[in-house]
């Protein structure tokens, strides 16, 4: 099969927030940046979703739908033949997203006031979880060791002693760490220690470079670990305006509190075309996914040469997965604001200021590479030039 992911597909008023959200978010002199921000991608979705999602809606009654066994099965298919991890449909809970997920883990897990530990730099929501909660956020900063972030280990013990709940980012955004099995038995066994449930977000999942393997936290969990797994297609095959995630919990007790958060709100996840779309991903996204991650290596592999030869003062940190890319900028020696207007002002480039991700976020970028790589050539070209001394 072919697949084009060079193919320019123009966004402009479709309503996407990274084309159409910029001069909300970066202000209306700059609502022309080149944006490579917000983590979806500039490529049609696989063709299969496409199709599915025409099909539902010839037939034009859109009313209330249910979750249909066929869904599970993609689900649970996917999960075992590209994770290993077998799983049972009484574990899965319909979610209409992974952040919504978040902070029903946090409410249905952890009372109010309790600790809530998030590995920073991380994506902004895992901190807003917690804070708009009502919990108390606890901070275990990942090291930078070399061109690769690891946990504290020592450090995560040290806060797991006054935590309820870890959440834990797999792949790691922004800093494209994939976990090894070593790093996370270690977690593990941090939690076994201390009672510490742990939600694991892997909404990047299928997202890892050639060459590494991302390993379900839960399928190395034993029967007493307390590890709920967020899951979703929306990053992998770049459908995630339809919405819907999985969150996975074998353990009926943290379960039926997770349930009970959502129907606080009543909160729904059953819309007709997330259901359509994150079928038919599952079911039948395989070889599209595979020629992404070829493309998407092509692309890492060229940004990380393009800086490294052009861009003086910005190391790249080498993602082991996602298609994020974390700068250190530290080298420029420019304060955050400043580190800001210069990408929006100088080069022209719409990227996530690192400290959005968290104090150690300061004097760093992330820059998306899920568009077409002639898109991210012109975005590197623009950096190179405005880091030239004139
Ligand atoms: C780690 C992580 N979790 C969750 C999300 C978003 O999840 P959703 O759109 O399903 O709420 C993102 C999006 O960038 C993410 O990076």
């Avoid at 590209?82 to 979610?95: N, T």
């Avoid at 060791?145 to 309820?164: F, I, S, T």
């Avoid at 694991?200 to 839960?218: C, F, K, M, N, R």
């Avoid at 052009?310 to 020696?333: K, V």
């Amino acid at each position: 099969m072919n697949f084009d992911f060079d193919r320019p597909i123009p966004r402009e008023g479709t309503g996407s927030v990274k084309w159409d959200g910029r001069a909300g978010v970066f202000g209306p002199h700059n609502a022309d940046v080149l944006p490579l921000w917000v983590a979806d991608m500039d490529f049609a979705a696989p063709e299969a979703v496409t199709r599915a999602l025409i099909e539902r809606a010839a037939h034009p009654i859109y009313g209330y739908s249910l979750f249909p066994d066929s869904l599970f099965d993609a689900l649970a298919g996917w999960m075992h033949q590209r994770h290993g991890w077998p799983i049972e449909r009484e574990w899965v809970i319909w979610a209409p997203g992974v952040v919504p997920s978040l902070h029903a883990a946090v409410l249905g897990l952890t009372r109010p006031g309790e600790g809530v530990i998030v590995q920073s730099p991380v994506y902004p929501p895992f901190f807003s979880a917690v804070r708009v909660t009502g919990r108390r956020l606890i901070e275990n900063p990942l090291r930078l060791e070399g061109d690769r972030y690891v946990m504290d280990l020592a450090h995560l013990e040290h806060c797991a002693k006054e935590a309820r709940l870890l959440i834990l980012c797999s792949p790691h955004n922004p800093v494209g760490r994939v976990w090894t099995e070593e790093e996370l038995q270690a977690v593990l066994a941090i939690a076994r220690r201390h009672g510490l449930a742990i939600l694991s977000d892997e909404i990047h999942h299928d997202l890892v470079y050639p060459g590494e393997t991302h390993q379900v936290l839960a399928r190395l969990a034993g029967p007493d670990d307390r590890v709920v797994t967020a899951v979703a297609p929306s990053k992998s095959f770049n459908i995630p305006g339809l919405g819907l995630s999985a969150l996975i919990c074998p353990g009926p007790e943290d379960r039926a509190a997770l349930v009970h958060a959502f129907d606080q709100l009543h909160v729904s996840a059953s819309n007709p075309f997330g259901i359509a779309a994150f079928e038919a991903a599952y079911r039948e996204g395989g070889p599209w996914l595979d020629a992404l991650l070829a493309y998407l290596a092509g692309t890492r592999a060229f940004a990380l040469g393009f800086i490294a030869r052009e861009c003086p003062g910005i190391r790249a940190i080498p993602p082991q997965g996602t298609y994020l890319l974390w700068l250190d900028c530290r080298g420029l020696g420019l304060d955050d604001p400043t580190l800001k207007s210069f990408f929006l002002e100088k080069a022209r480039i719409g990227l996530n200021p690192g400290i959005s991700f968290g104090a150690p976020g300061s004097g760093f970028m992330r820059l998306n590479l899920g568009a077409p790589r002639a898109t991210v050539a012109e975005a590197l070209q623009r950096l190179a030039q405005a880091l030239r001394p004139i």
